[in-house]
């Protein structure tokens, strides 16, 4: 049975030469980087070197990026942080309604702190307006955080518009650029960000490894206590091959990053044109303002759960959201938020290509889906109430 991986939104294959680069660190340079003898000196090189190359990748200086166990820690690190090392300055922070877990949740425990929180709407694409958001900044902000491009429906955000505006204004702009990485052009002071989280394992680097970048200037306060690694702001012995292994990965990510999301998108694009040729299926997301491996689809009357295992029994690995509430029963809030009616989110299929995808595996997704879709459809009661 043929096997097709569409998932690369979840996480990505760990890159062959990014493990060769890794192999080094886990068995023959294992120094603690705090030390000053030869063997620490060894490892703290690779860690300044890794750095430099993620500084690199997203036009950052390398004193401006701090290591993180992923995204997640990074955008608590940047919230959190934020808010009460400016909590003198002001209490309130905006976000959109369609932010990961990882920011919508650390928003809400800010809350209970005593902060006041935005949730700003977005359209039925799933975009966030540039005008809502300065419409919604007050004398008490301190931190906006708006996403850069959806993990669930793929929509790039206006960043670099919302970014002028909190510049303009004096306030901390913090962005979640996990799905950006090796798919759109990042760069820091383009997009006029003071804060950019991002995590190896979704552009074929290894999982439990991350960045916040924290510009030169903007106060964050540590998350947790106890050394003086990350500029005390994420302290604890560093993860070297993680650390080492994300600096390849990015490295590997932005070279000749046109062409090979040129053709991720191509193949998106058929993809795409053979689902919506089936009765009854709905493209979710901006039609053109989107990621170039994503594609996320409401097939009416189906059930979504059991869309993914069934083209999963046929080798096929899809999903129907973010991995991170995957055990959810609740409807995307994504879609929610765009205005999805519950049956119409629960059908939904997000299929995430990355560069290791081919043509003819597109085709064999086309060739048992619309099958699959009719047998689902044909056990169904609501379909055969609207025939």
Request: aromatic residues 4%; hydrophobic residues 40%.
């Amino acid at each position: 049975m043929q096997k097709v991986y569409l998932d690369h939104g979840a996480t990505t294959r760990l890159n062959d030469e990014v493990f060769e680069e890794m192999k080094p660190y886990l068995t023959e340079i294992y120094g603690n980087p705090s030390s000053i003898h030869s063997f620490g000196r060894e490892a703290r090189k690779a860690i300044d070197e890794a750095r430099e190359k993620v500084a690199a990748a997203i036009g950052a200086e390398p004193k401006e990026i701090i290591f993180t166990s992923g995204a997640t820690e990074a955008d608590n690190i940047a919230i959190r942080g934020v808010a009460r090392a400016q909590q003198k300055k002001g209490n309130h922070i905006i976000t959109s309604a369609v932010e990961h877990h990882a920011v919508l949740d650390m928003c809400k425990a800010m809350k209970k702190e005593g902060f006041d929180v935005t949730i700003l709407p977005v359209d039925e694409y799933g975009l966030v307006s540039v005008a809502d958001v300065e419409a919604a900044i007050t004398e008490q902000t301190i931190l906006v955080t708006i996403m850069m491009a959806n993990n669930e429906v793929g929509t790039v955000m206006p960043i670099a518009e919302i970014g002028q505006i909190c510049e303009n204004r004096g306030i901390t702009f913090h962005t979640d650029a996990v799905q950006a990485i090796g798919n759109l052009p990042v760069n820091v002071n383009d997009l006029h960000v003071d804060l950019l989280s991002l995590s190896a394992h979704k552009f074929y680097g290894p999982k439990g490894i991350g960045v916040l970048y924290v510009r030169k200037g903007t106060k964050v306060n540590p998350y947790n206590f106890g050394g003086a690694q990350e500029r005390k702001i994420r302290p604890g012995t560093e993860n070297i091959p993680g650390v080492v292994g994300l600096g390849k990965a990015i490295e590997l990510a932005v070279t000749d990053m046109e062409a090979k999301t040129a053709r991720v998108k191509a193949m998106r694009d058929k993809l795409k044109d053979g689902i919506l040729a089936i009765d009854a299926t709905k493209l979710n997301g901006h039609p053109e303002q989107r990621l170039p491996g994503n594609l996320n689809v409401s097939v009416e009357y189906v059930e979504g759960e059991s869309l993914i295992l069934s083209l999963d029994l046929k080798g096929i690995a899809v999903s129907s959201g973010s991995a991170c509430t995957s055990g959810s029963l609740d409807p995307s809030h994504v879609l929610m938020a765009m205005g999805l009616d519950h049956q119409t989110a629960h059908g939904s299929l997000r299929f995430t290509l990355g560069v290791d995808n081919t043509d003819q595996e597109m085709d064999y997704v086309l060739d048992v889906l619309p099958e699959i879709v009719t047998r689902l459809r044909s056990m169904s009661p609501v379909y055969a109430c609207k025939k």
